[in-house]
């Protein structure tokens, strides 16, 4: 690969809305979707959907199962960074459990492979210089949270930009630890899917930090306006069973479900440029 690659700002048009669809996580899709010549990548068979099912039974019957905070009828499994670093308290205890978090659910898919570790493998396999964990000041975030959309649920179109994140959760806190991410994208494998909605809807372009405040929905809502946006570039029914990565630091959206809850095993993954490690976490 040539040394003059770049990778375009976390927020600048993509040059391709194309959904690349494909057995694996491969260097030629991956750097692809990192470049912006693709809007997503899909792979459609990356776990058994009879596997899926059996995960979530276990996932929802374990103690690390939860709601968020601040998105009502949307539970998780594990970790998240905007509630586990929102105090000195709890990013203390987010700091203890992340390691045995990951562990826990490595454990939860045993005697299977986890798709989150082959994915994480697969990643650092594929990317030039490899990928790791995120470290923030020093220590490991967690990866591999799993988010429960209950049905007549969905997520409004938004962006997610960790530099974003810890700039408003530590205002007034040392911030030595912020990563000097250009880009950000997501990874979501679908557990379980509903019978109708719960579709992912995918903008190929995002908004800076100011005028993105200037678009929320409310002044405290985590997301936008949709009467003041485009249409989506892509729309993609999820299966059980399916990953799909995209970029998370452009806008992306997910359809209230219908029938029954939307299940999916999530990561972020950071990058600092094509010779730089990514990171990942959740």
């Not at 995960?55 to 970790?79: A, M, Q, S, T």
């Not at 930009?161 to 912020?178: C, N, Q, Y």
């Amino acid at each position: 690969m040539s040394e003059s690659v770049t990778l375009p700002s976390a927020f600048a048009r993509l040059s391709s809305t194309e959904v690349r669809l494909a057995d694996s996580v491969n260097e030629a899709d991956l750097t692809a979707l990192a470049r912006g010549e693709a809007i997503a990548i899909v792979v459609r068979e990356y776990c058994p959907p009879a596997l899926c099912r059996e995960i979530v039974k276990r996932l929802i019957d374990d103690g690390r199962y939860g709601e968020y905070e601040n998105v009502p009828g949307v539970h998780k499994w594990g970790l998240n960074t905007y509630e586990g670093l929102s105090s000195r308290e709890r990013e203390d205890r987010y700091f203890a459990d992340a390691v045995p978090a990951v562990r826990a659910m490595r454990s939860t898919w045993s005697p299977h492979l986890s798709p989150m570790d082959r994915l994480r493998l697969e990643l650092q396999e594929a990317w030039p210089a490899g990928a790791n964990l995120e470290l923030l000041d020093g220590r490991r975030l967690f990866v591999g949270q799993a988010r429960i959309f209950e049905k007549d649920n969905g997520a409004i179109p938004h962006q997610d930009f960790l530099p974003w994140e810890l700039a408003d959760l530590r205002k007034s806190r040392r911030s030595d630890g912020t990563p000097e991410l250009i880009g950000q994208l997501t990874s979501n494998l679908y557990l379980q899917t509903p019978e109708e909605g719960g579709q992912l809807e995918l903008w190929p372009f995002g908004y800076d930090h100011e005028e993105y405040d200037e678009l929320r929905l409310t002044p405290d809502s985590y997301g936008l306006d949709r009467q003041r946006l485009s249409e989506p570039a892509a729309r993609i029914r999820p299966e059980p069973g399916m990953l799909v990565l995209f970029h998370a630091s452009r806008l992306h959206a997910v359809l209230p479900s219908r029938g029954s809850s939307r299940i999916a095993l999530s990561c972020f993954i950071g990058m600092r440029g094509i010779y730089e490690p990514l990171t990942y976490w959740s």
